[in-house]
């Protein structure tokens, strides 16, 4: 029942440094995003994927970049880190809707929380 | 595109009683879902309570009700009973669901609320 697993769950970053920030689900969902969560706000969407293969950008894609190579995993990466993207990232998975079913929600991750110094 | 504005940004109320936080958003889509994330000081983003737009009846989960007014954009939820565990911050989100949609959620700021013992 590990649903999806977003590892480290804590960071610290030096200005201009590189990392990526891992998701995986085990429940064959298409659909996966990542978001961002600054203190006191809702969460703003990064990128998103439908499908192995295929992603998109959200609202606030800048400095990020992302890849699906499977369907399970949906890395986020963090090139040249600065201060403005301390925050936590999120990770969400969700299932394809059946016709007029009922609405099927996104499953989150436990969030990783990266500061950048 | 969808904004989602949640106007109280802290509530409290007595154990035992009952609150209800308010939510409305703005749309030009007829198809879409309406969800109730709770997110606890643990940080992890728990499912509430969800709604189809296509619904008249109001969604009930337990001790969470919605009060769901499509024409005014409307999605209120109601905690009856309310518990110490209860306590977090509350956030409304829209998902598009048309044909073509990639199911992103749009978030509101949140409302913080307190239970009191």
């Known amino acids: 029942n590990a649903g999806v697993t977003q590892t480290p769950k804590f960071r610290i970053l030096k200005i201009g440094q590189s990392m990526t920030l891992q998701c995986a689900q085990d429940?064959?969902?298409?659909?996966m995003y990542w978001y961002r969560q600054d203190p006191g706000m809702g969460l703003k969407l990064i990128y998103y994927?439908?499908?192995?293969?295929?992603?998109d950008k959200g609202e606030v894609p800048n400095g990020y970049n992302v890849s699906r190579s499977t369907t399970e995993d949906f890395p986020l990466r963090l090139e040249l880190a600065a201060p403005s993207q301390t925050s936590v990232y999120f990770c969400?998975?969700?299932?394809?809707?059946?016709?007029?079913?009922?609405?099927?929600?996104?499953?989150f991750g436990d969030g990783t929380r990266l500061s950048i110094l | 595109a969808q904004t989602v504005t949640q106007s109280q940004p802290e509530m409290s109320v007595q154990e035992a009683e009952t609150v209800t936080l308010s939510c409305t958003y703005d749309?030009?889509?007829?198809?879409?879902?309406l969800f109730w994330y709770k997110q606890p000081p643990s940080r992890q983003m728990i499912l509430v309570i969800r709604?189809?737009?296509?619904?008249?009846q109001n969604a009930t989960e337990n001790r969470f009700s919605v009060n769901f007014q499509k024409a005014a954009k409307s999605f209120s939820l109601k905690i009856s009973d309310s518990q110490l565990g209860d306590t977090a911050m509350y956030f409304c989100?829209?998902?598009?669901?048309?044909?073509?949609?990639?199911?992103?959620?749009?978030f509101g700021k949140g409302t913080l609320l307190t239970v009191n013992p």
């Open positions: 969400a998975s969700r299932e394809t809707d059946r016709g007029r079913a009922r609405a099927q929600p996104q499953h």
């Open positions: 429940m064959n969902h298409n659909y």
């Open positions: 994927s439908v499908g192995a293969g295929i992603t």
């Open positions: 749309t030009s889509e007829n198809n879409y879902y």
């Open positions: 709604q189809e737009a296509y619904k008249q």
């Open positions: 989100a829209f998902m598009k669901a048309s044909g073509g949609s990639n199911y992103k959620l749009t």
